[in-house]
């Protein structure tokens, strides 16, 4: 089973540069996330998506997008990168809302370098 | 606001001794928890979680953990460690008042010597 599928693995990008990361789930889940991890700090949620067409920001939303066209896809745009943006990021997904305790499944991650 | 605390950044145990990985939280509302654990340049993987019910949960790979309410806690074990243990261990929390907002724990790094 694929579960939570991202690209790329590792990245590096010139400061001011834009890219997009992939994710897409085949779990048939409504929700997805996008978080970002830094050492030490555990996870932070940047997005996240509660089915196609309808997004929301998370704790840290500045300076990234996302879309939701699709049950499947949920890709992250890094529009102007920024050193304060290398990191590892996570896409994850659950069948429901968090808040009723449902399991989120996460992706292997995104090494991200913005040098 | 929710938060949780691992207050030890790692914890070291020999092959065979039991293990125990400290979490406490805050929260309003009823607290789902959750014990994920990350492998190096992995993603996270679900252990367990609590949601009602008994206070002892058991998951995957043979941990547990135990919710007690009155201490806020939520610590990870295991009566004998492995080796293939030594992994990254996150807990996290969201609650009924929390929405869609899953808050985790800085992580402990756990190291199970031969």
């Known amino acids: 089973n694929a579960g939570v599928t991202q690209t790329p693995k590792f990245r590096i990008l010139k400061i001011g540069q834009s890219m997009t990361l992939q994710c897409t789930q085949d779990m048939n889940h409504n929700y997805m996330y996008w978080y970002r991890q830094d050492p030490g700090m555990g996870l932070k949620l940047i997005y996240y998506s509660v089915g196609a067409g309808i997004t929301d920001k998370g704790e840290v939303p500045n300076g990234y997008n996302v879309s939701r066209s699709t049950t499947e896809d949920f890709p992250l745009r890094l529009e102007l990168a920024a050193p304060s943006q290398t990191s590892v990021y996570f896409c994850?997904?659950?069948?429901?809302?968090?808040?009723?305790?449902?399991?989120?499944?996460f992706g292997e991650g995104s090494w991200l370098t913005v040098v | 606001a929710q938060s949780v605390a691992q207050p030890e950044d790692q914890v070291n145990v020999a092959e065979g001794n039991p293990l125990t990985v400290k979490c406490t939280y805050s929260v309003s509302g009823n607290p789902y928890l959750f014990w994920y654990v990350q492998y190096p340049n992995r993603g996270l993987q679900f252990l367990l979680k609590y949601i009602t019910g008994d206070n002892l949960v058991k998951g995957s790979y043979g941990f547990e953990a135990e919710f007690n309410k009155s201490q806020t806690s939520f610590h990870l074990k295991k009566p004998s460690a492995l080796v293939s243990d030594s992994a990254l261990y996150f807990c996290a929390v969201t609650s009924t008042n929390a929405g869609n907002m899953l808050t985790f724990g800085g992580g402990t790094r756990l190291m199970v010597k031969p």
């Open positions: 994850a997904s659950s069948y429901s809302y968090q808040s009723s305790g449902n399991t989120i499944y």
